[in-house]
């Protein structure tokens, strides 16, 4: 069985930088190809021009956070 992990595109929106450094390092090792995002205004600019396959988003950001996401993104 092959591993595909590099084929899949997680998008990564939380506001502290240090917790975006962390997991997307995490995620980068484990073969996952990442991207990050620090506001979900910069996550639906994201989306506009990229597919990602998994969203791990913040759920207690300032200002937009998880729930308003959802209802943003196409």
Do not use: K, W, Y
């Not at 084929?7 to 930088?17: A, E, K, T, Y």
């Not at 597919?51 to 196409?74: E, K, Q």
């Amino acid at each position: 069985m092959s591993d595909n992990r590099g084929d899949v595109r997680v998008v990564l929106v939380d506001d502290q930088q240090v917790v975006r450094e962390t997991i997307q390092m995490t995620l980068v090792a484990a073969g996952f190809c990442c991207a990050v995002a620090g506001t979900v205004h910069e996550l639906v600019q994201q989306l506009e021009a990229v597919r990602f396959d998994l969203a791990i988003i913040d759920h207690d950001m300032p200002g937009l956070d998880a729930s308003d996401a959802v209802a943003l993104c196409p």
